[in-house]
C-alpha cells in the first residue's frame, strides 16, 4: 500500500466552479500535512498546511480527519491559473521525511 | 526572493558515463533534499542533510549514487556509471528548523536523460 494515495483526475471543471479532492494516509503517526502545487514541467511549491481544525487560503480550504486518515482540498471560484497537479504531501514520522502522493490534475476551463 | 538553484537544468548522457548534479540551498537553510520525479514513481526522496551532515540516504541505490555537501552552499548527486532507468527530473530542496521543519522549496530541477 502506499503512504499517500490521491485520485490522479483529471477534474475537469469550468471557471468559477468548486472542485474537491481528498487523499488518504497510511502512517497513523503522521503529524504534519500540507498541499503542493506543481505547474507542469515546473518544481512543486507548497500550496497551504493543513490543520487539524480545518484552514483557509483565500479560494482554498483544506481539511484533515486524522480518525479517517484523509486530507482533502476545496478549491471556490476555479480560476485558469489554478489549473495544476496538486500534490498532498505527508510528514511520514520520522523527522524531515516526507512523503508525496502522486497527484491530482486539475484543468479549469474557459 | 531567495531561491534554490540547481545546475544543470538538463542534462543529455549516454549510458555509463558520469552525471553530477549541483545544488545551492537558500541562504540560512540547514536541511538539503534530494527528491526525483518519474511518471511511474512520482516524488521520491533519494538523501537529505542536515547542517551538512547526511541523515538519511536509503532511498538511493547505493552501488552509483552519491550525495554530498561540501559546503553549506552547494550540495551534489552524482550517477556513477549512469543507465537508461536513472532518467528523470531531480529537484533539490531546501528548509529549516524554524519555523518549521517540514517546509520544503524545491528547485526548478535538473531533467537528466540517459541514452
Known amino acids: 500500500r502506499k503512504e499517500v494515495e490521491q485520485d490522479p483526475g483529471p477534474f475537469n471543471v469550468p471557471e468559477g466552479a468548486t472542485v474537491a479532492f481528498n487523499c488518504t494516509y497510511s502512517n497513523s503517526a503522521s503529524q504534519s500535512f500540507f498541499w503542493y502545487r506543481q505547474d507542469c514541467r515546473k518544481e512543486p511549491k507548497l500550496l497551504m498546511s493543513v490543520y487539524s481544525s480545518g484552514n483557509e487560503d483565500g479560494r482554498f480550504t483544506a481539511q484533515l480527519n486524522r480518525a479517517s486518515q484523509y486530507i482533502s482540498l476545496l478549491i471556490r471560484d476555479s480560476k485558469l491559473s489554478d489549473s495544476a497537479t496538486y500534490l498532498c504531501v505527508v510528514n511520514k514520522g520520522a523527522y524531515y521525511k516526507l512523503s508525496f502522493g502522486a497527484g491530482t490534475t486539475v484543468t479549469v476551463r474557459a | 526572493d531567495a531561491r534554490v538553484t540547481q545546475t544543470p537544468r538538463d542534462k543529455v548522457t549516454e549510458m555509463g558515463q558520469e552525471v553530477t548534479m549541483r545544488c545551492q540551498p537558500i541562504?540560512?537553510?540547514?536541511?538539503v533534499f534530494w527528491y526525483r520525479q518519474t511518471m511511474m514513481q512520482g516524488l521520491e526522496l533519494l538523501a537529505y542533510f542536515r547542517n551538512r551532515a547526511p541523515l538519511d540516504d536509503s532511498g538511493m541505490p547505493k552501488d552509483r549514487f552519491s550525495a554530498e555537501m561540501p559546503d553549506a552552499t552547494l550540495a551534489t548527486l552524482k550517477i556513477q556509471p549512469s543507465e537508461p532507468r536513472d532518467s528523470a527530473v531531480y529537484f533539490c530542496?531546501?528548509?529549516?528548523?524554524?519555523?518549521?521543519?517540514?517546509?520544503?522549496?524545491f528547485g526548478p530541477g535538473t531533467r537528466l536523460t540517459v541514452l
Open positions: 541562504l540560512g537553510h540547514n536541511t
Open positions: 530542496a531546501s528548509g529549516q528548523d524554524f519555523p518549521s521543519t517540514d517546509t520544503q522549496y
